[in-house]
């Protein structure tokens, strides 16, 4: 057993991406929540089945326990750049109008049009989206045997950004409806012969006469010409010459200093030197019109209610012990895809499809966890756990097999492993790790966990405790950061009721008009009811 669970650490600290792939391991219950996700090696109550079934040999007695919680995660930063897009609407809209009813294109929106287009490409990386997940349990554990159902929902959206179709000149696509080409038509507007009128396109060296200077003219122009021979929105026939001159004298005769002038243009040549590091500009050459654009959202999401009966025993050495659980998982998939661009797309339709394209399917599956108990000499308990060893299979809607999407929806299996310490008989410390690198239902995005935790029983009484919990939890598969966790219990003779919660360190500020928020990047929440005898 010691060289078996070796060889998973082993794995699991060193060979990170060679390792297993599996669905992300979740953290069900408000006591291991509370202690970083941090409960495989603790293996203690009716939840233990879940956790590690091998912990139900160790307990005497009865318990009932009913839990319920959610999490919400926002993956890649991608709060950050929801943010920033958000923070251009209302340049965009100026642009449009301005465009639209024939003004100018000035300095500020040029540089509004760049940092969104290099904003969109950096949604198109990959591990970027949103997860919603919802965990409730009822358990209930007789000695060594124990009954659960357990709901496990997840929901994962990400969006496919077409960076190729992009260009701004006015070639519409094919097969559009009056209402689409019409909107097409004025949104080909973004029209670089249309500048502020009443200005000069004097390309003279404005250095000294002038609120800029020669090099950031000759900067802009040099990043129009690029703009200009990929994206080939309309010039009227204005060299990039002419058009850097013309936004620069606009600049300066609307009292913008030399300062600003600079450090805008600087701005806007390092926004471009990323979309070509990224491709964007490149790609465009080979595309056609925005109007074209094939950036597609997704909606991936699973339900899975299981019911399982949870055995343990002892083995032949003093204090090691074997656990099983068999369930039977019926399954319930949902799949949803669009063409935002191409269609007059809304959160409601994409949300109606999914709700309409669900498919329902069940399978077997197969847990086993090993326990290693060595309170009474070394203070410490070892435990490894794997789940859905069979890799049981769900059917997918016909929408995701249209999309190109597997035919089935695999659980496969979750490896963890965990060491429980005991400093006194009140006081516990647990460390978990993933040894599989799990997937998640947003592609790309992967889930491997380190947890440690700590709880504290202040009053420590059969009849009346106060357990206090706090833990750190990290990805090791992502640079988000740490996620800190904390939870609290209250039992009352047999009676418990325990609250904990997560909130990620890294937060995003978003601007809602003048007021600007701070959302953590994720967050879970659960509470739960005890019976204990």
Known sequence: MKRWLAAGLVCGLVFQESCLIADPFKILGTRPLGMGGAFVAVAENAITQYWNP?????QPGFDLQLSVGGSANFTG???????????LTSDYQTIQKSQTNGNGLDLPKARSLLDGLKN???LNQPGKGGLLGAQGGLNTRVGGLAFAVT???DAGANATIDTKNIRLDSALSTGLSRERTTAATGLAGVDLSKLPSGITLDTT????TSSYTATARDGLATVITDIV??????TGGLTPDQIAAGLLNYASQQGTSSTQIDTTVTQIKDIHQTLKDQGVLDNALSGTAYTNNQTKLTLRGASFVDVGVGYAHSLVLPGLFVGGNLKGIVGEVGFAQKKILEQNVEVADILKDFTKSRRQSWSPAVDLGLLYDQRQYWKTKLGVVGRNLNRPKFN???????????DKFVLDPQVRAGVAFYPFNFWTVAADIDVTNNSTTVPGYRSRNLGIGSEINVFHRARLNLPLRVGLLRNLSDSAGLVYTAGFGLQVMHFALEVGGAVSSRQTTVRTGSRARNFP?????????????
Not at 77 to 87: E, G, I, T
């Open 54 to 58: 091998a912990g139900l040999a160790t």
């Open 77 to 87: 930063n991608v709060l950050k750049n929801a943010s920033q897009l958000s923070d």
């Open 120 to 122: 969109i490409a950096e």
């Open 151 to 153: 709901s496990l929902t």
């Open 205 to 208: 060296d404005k250095a000294g």
């Open 229 to 234: 021979n990929k994206l080939k929105p309309n």
């Open 396 to 406: 997918q809607p016909a929408a995701a097999s249209d999309a190109g999407e597997p």
């Open 521 to 533: 990047e994720s967050a879970q929440l659960a509470v739960s009811l005890g019976l204990l005898f």
